[in-house]
């Protein structure tokens, strides 16, 4: 069965440091993948998504960036922290176009 | 573009009543329609789906929704709710044939006893 992870869990930065969450997908291949923002009281944005390695849509234009460089490994970036990047980073994998997307447990970022 | 109302942000209900969460959606095109549920503190697991079909969708955990074309309408039902069913719940909508899932803000189910 397929099985996503997120790490870390939990995050707390200064502003203006760098950022690096990890999201790794197992037992599939080639999966499309997706890096969603959760602030508080709000719903679910998405920022970027991927169909193929080294392949990136944006969004939203933002302090953040991804990169794929494995099949199953998606790594969401920023060169310098804002207080506004503060909130619930989720990671998402789906087997294709109008496919269900699945979640990770997500990693919770406070910036200070 | 693509928007998801519910309407409401919280809802609280009684333990073994009924709950109904309100999903709208602004499309004129044909749409996939997805419930996730989250937790506390963690990621969000599908309830149940719309991609074609019977408009009536049975999901996880007793939970059910019907597609209303006409109202561009998804909403989810309960006919009787546990304390675990405490959670946010969100609506979703795709354009068929597109990758990108738009979700609403979300409704906050508080089930007491």
């Known amino acids: 069965s397929q099985t996503i992870h997120q790490w870390p869990a939990t995050l707390v930065q200064p502003v203006g440091s760098p950022l690096s969450l990890e999201c790794t997908v197992e037992?599939?291949?080639?999966?499309?993948l997706y890096w969603y923002r959760q602030a508080a009281g709000r719903g679910l944005q998405l920022l970027f998504y991927?169909?193929?390695?080294?392949?990136i849509s944006s969004e939203v234009p933002q302090n953040l960036s991804a990169s794929r460089p494995q099949d199953r490994q998606f790594i969401l970036s920023s060169k310098k922290l804002l207080l506004s990047d503060s909130g619930f980073y989720l990671c998402?994998?789906?087997?294709?176009?109008?496919?269900?997307?699945?979640f990770g447990p997500g990693t919770r970022l406070l910036v200070l | 573009a693509q928007s998801v109302t519910q309407l409401d942000s919280q809802v609280p209900v009684f333990e073994e009543a009924p709950v109904e969460l309100r999903c709208n959606y602004s499309?004129?095109?044909?749409?996939?329609l997805f419930w996730y549920v989250q937790y506390p503190n963690q990621g969000l697991q599908l309830l149940l789906k719309y991609l074609s079909g019977s408009t009536l969708v049975k999901g996880i955990n007793g939970f059910e929704a019907e597609f209303n074309k006409s109202q561009t309408s998804f909403h989810l039902r309960k006919p009787s709710v546990h304390i675990s069913d405490t959670a946010e719940y969100f609506c979703?909508?795709?354009?068929?044939?597109?990758?990108?899932?738009?979700f609403g803000t979300g409704t906050r189910l508080q089930v007491f006893p």
């Open positions: 499309s004129s095109v044909s749409v996939y």
């Open positions: 991927s169909v193929g390695i080294g392949q």
């Open positions: 998402a994998w789906s087997a294709g176009s109008r496919e269900t997307q699945y």
């Open positions: 037992g599939t291949s080639n999966p499309n």
């Open positions: 979703a909508v795709s354009d068929m044939g597109t990758d990108k899932l738009i």
